[in-house]
């Protein structure tokens, strides 16, 4: 299994940004996915996941409202869409993969490369 996030960069207070997991080895259909963030000197954190059956999503409180979790299953991919982004939003964000279709409060058993997010004030 293989979750490869994409779509990080460097914006300003208020922008958006998308961000892109694709799974190889799995499908998004079959599994629950959800995104993990890690901003400097803080342990990592719970941002969103979407259930792998029925699509049910879940979000951090931080960021209800402003992220949208979403897939394509045809695709094999997952999105994070990311509006009104603020400076406290600067992570690393990382793709991740739960072992069963309904998202749990455990920690998830794969992990991929994070991708970079920066908000500038």
């Known amino acids: 299994v293989q979750l490869q996030a994409s779509g990080g960069g460097l914006v300003k207070t208020g922008d958006s940004l998308r961000l892109s997991c694709a799974a190889s080895?799995?499908?998004?259909?079959?599994?629950?996915t959800g995104w993990f963030r890690q901003a400097p000197g803080k342990e990592r954190e719970f941002v969103a996941a979407i259930d792998g059956s029925a699509g049910t999503t879940y979000y951090a409180d931080s960021v209800k409202g402003r992220f949208t979790i979403s897939r394509d299953s045809a695709k094999k991919t997952v999105y994070l869409q990311m509006n009104s982004l603020k400076p406290e939003d600067t992570a690393v964000y990382y793709c991740?993969?739960?072992?069963?279709?309904?998202?749990?409060?455990?920690?998830?058993?794969?992990w991929g490369r994070g991708t970079q997010v920066t908000v500038s004030s």
């Open positions: 080895g799995r499908t998004v259909s079959g599994y629950a």
């Open positions: 991740t993969g739960y072992m069963s279709s309904s998202y749990s409060r455990r920690m998830p058993t794969y």
